[in-house]
């Protein structure tokens, strides 16, 4: 796998993170590269005035954070192993951090920007949400071109542009990629709330969906499968992990009254969702009892902890399909599980989730299936 980037001048290092020993994808793509170079090639560094900043959205892994490295900069991004990543890809090709910011996408954008670079992420609704943060600190004088994947960038991905800022175009396609550029024209656009509310009629709970939240316009029928077959039993610490919008570790919750859940994701949009979730639907004592923690899966949690872990894992990272993900969320699991806990995990019934669990904990039983899921229970043994 090639983690050498030669781009305009520059050599960079790039790992993706988590690291995977036989890693096929790169920590880079050609929208990074298309930015990098249309930058370079039409000077727009110039354009920075000395108060002025860069802001840097839905950076991947790094390759935009560190190849900026000298301008000052924010770099903001509702993925927890993507701040992670920008980090450790700075810090690898010795990028000083002191004119970098890190943030997430939930905290207020800076107010000096001067150039504005976006990675088009996968949903439309997270992409309305940034555009209108974005008009919030943006003048007519700000620079902004955005990049995808040429199949990311659809009639609707426009004309959010268009609405948010003012006229857009787009580039010729190279390496597959595009760019975006917008005017900044549009006064005074009504506030919409892009957060969406809906219903779970079971249990009368009104589930709250920032943008960027798995599964934000409906209850995701894994999850669902997974709510409805939880295992009986004391349970007193126990983990959702990918929880997206808590749904689950909510149903745990009610299930176990007595028991702290501690509710994990990447996105901070969900962490902020399942948080708000609980707070709204569950128990003060309960929702003040829960915990809840943006990280990469379990990666750091203490050994010999949890009596129940809970899952519906995820299959993508970024654009790309991959079971890496729950493969080590599955291995972390059987680490911080006390002897005799288990984890109970939701699966399509083709992504083979069984043989993955009797590989590392030496046992699965099937507990429930219908004809597009299963429930698998591995228990940790001595
Ligand atoms: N539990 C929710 C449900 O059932 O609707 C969401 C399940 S969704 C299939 C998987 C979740 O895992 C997503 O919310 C995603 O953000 C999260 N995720 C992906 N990679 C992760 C990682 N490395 N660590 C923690 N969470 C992760």
Redesign the pocket.
């Known amino acids: 796998m090639n983690e050498t980037l030669n781009i305009a001048e520059q050599t960079l290092v790039l790992h993706r993170h ?1 690291r995977n020993k036989q890693e096929t994808l790169q920590a880079w793509d050609s929208a990074d590269e298309y930015l990098i170079n249309y930058f370079t090639d039409n000077e727009l560094g110039k354009h920075l005035g000395a108060d002025e900043q860069m802001l840097l959205i839905n950076d991947s892994f790094g390759a935009l954070s560190c190849y900026f490295q000298e301008i000052e900069r924010t770099a903001i991004s509702d993925s ?2 993507s701040l992670s990543s920008i980090k450790l890809n700075m810090q690898r090709n010795n990028c000083s951090e002191e004119n970098i910011v890190v943030q997430d996408s939930l905290q207020n954008f800076p107010s000096n920007v001067k150039i504005v670079l976006i990675k088009i992420p996968k949903t439309l609704s997270y992409l309305e949400f940034l555009l209108q943060k974005l008009r919030e600190v943006i003048t007519p004088e700000t620079i902004i071109v955005a990049a995808g994947k040429v199949n990311m960038i659809h009639n609707s991905t426009l004309a959010l542009f268009e609405q948010y800022i003012g006229s857009t175009k787009t580039s010729l396609a190279k390496k597959k990629s595009r760019l975006i550029f917008s005017l900044v024209e549009q006064q005074n656009i009504p506030e919409k709330e892009i957060a969406i509310t809906w219903e779970i009629e079971k249990q009368q709970w009104k589930i709250h969906n920032h943008a960027n ?3 934000r316009n409906h ?2 029928i ?2 669902r499968f ?1 709510m409805d077959n939880l295992p009986e039993g004391p349970f007193s610490k126990v983990v ?9 570790g909510m149903a745990a919750a009610e299930a176990y009254p007595n028991a702290q859940v501690t509710f ?4 901070y949009m ?1 962490i902020d969702s399942a948080r708000i979730n609980m707070a709204k639907n569950l128990p003060e004592d309960q929702s003040e009892n829960a915990r809840f923690v943006v ?3 379990l990666v750091g949690f203490k050994p010999k902890t949890y009596d129940l872990i809970l ?7 970024q654009q790309a399909i991959t079971d890496n ?1 729950a493969w ?2 599955f291995n972390d699991a059987r680490f911080c599980l006390v002897d005799g806990g288990e984890l109970v995990i ?1 699966g399509n019934r083709h992504l083979d989730y069984q043989d993955k669990l009797e590989r590392i904990f030496g046992n699965c039983e099937l507990v429930s299936e219908n004809q597009k899921f299963v429930i698998l229970r591995a228990v940790k043994e001595d």
């Open positions: 988590p927890y192993i939240v798995f599964s209850l995701d894994g999850g997974l959702d992990l990918g929880c997206g919008n808590g749904i689950v994990i994701d990447e996105s969900a990280n990469n899966g899952c519906n894992p995820p299959f993508h990272q993900i080590s969320m939701v």
